[in-house]
């Protein structure tokens, strides 16, 4: 711990500035949307996502001081969620589909029907599983619909998420994205996460790619101003071929090198495997 606030003391020396809330000590964290794993790589991580619908018992494995989280999208619902039959009789709600993932759908944050299945039903159903919070995915969803027309969708997301927090105001909010959302909604969370900052995934041709020096550096310089401005911890999720292990270790350590705290993982997120 002594390093870690040290680390933390010598980052704000340099102007990065150190975190502040309930996740300002995670220096490891994993994204798991599997069924099964060994107790001891649940346990490893000090925060951890998992997926709700799958059938855990967080009780079961939690160590004292980790942090455990459930998926929650807010931008898209899966066509195999339980509750998307729901969302399918309100007209104005669903969007489009994802091209890049099967039977996903674009969610509307303007809808008074999801919203209120969110807050009334879904979340409650999730901190009821003894989750200490979620993960919110498909936050950028918001702004992409905003740039194509649909106007009030970006400050409707965030809006949603700060709705979210005044609801349930114990409950620890990660955001997966939603960089635009940041002036509005930032105190509502505890952390951001960031995917593919070194790395990429080619959907089309199925290949996992490394970003160039530039286009990593613009990224990293990004991702430390919001660090200092919001005092946020910030996570990346990389995406490495999984038998490429010298790979993985040499992006875990730069990204801990750019003060950020890395998961490297296959692009369906399941591997349960600690950053080298």
Sequence with gaps: MFWNQLLDFVRGL???????????????????????????ALRAPDLLVLEPD????????????????????????NESRPYFA????DSGALL????????????DPRSAAWRALVLDRLAPEILAKGYDGFFLDTLDVGADLERHGQTGTRAAMASFVNALKARYPQAILVANGGLELLPDAAPALSGLAVESVLTNYDFANRRYLRRSPEAIQ???AQLQGVRRDYRLPIFTLEY????????????AEQVRDAGLV???????????VPAP
């Design 14 to 40: 340099l102007g990065l500035g150190a975190t502040i809330g309930p996740l300002a000590g995670v220096h490891s964290w994993a994204v798991f949307y599997g069924a099964n794993a060994p107790i001891q």
């Design 54 to 77: 799958q059938p855990w018992r967080v009780a079961d494995f939690r160590r004292p001081g980790q942090i455990v989280v459930a998926y929650l999208s807010l931008g898209e619902v």
């Design 86 to 89: 729901t969302l399918a009789h």
């Design 96 to 107: 489009g589909k994802n091209p890049n993932w099967p039977g996903a759908v674009t969610v």
């Design 218 to 220: 613009t990224r990293v």
């Design 240 to 251: 490495v071929d999984p038998a490429d292990s010298a790979a993985r270790a040499a992006i």
């Design 262 to 272: 890395p998961f490297v993982s296959d692009i369906g997120l399941t591997m349960l």
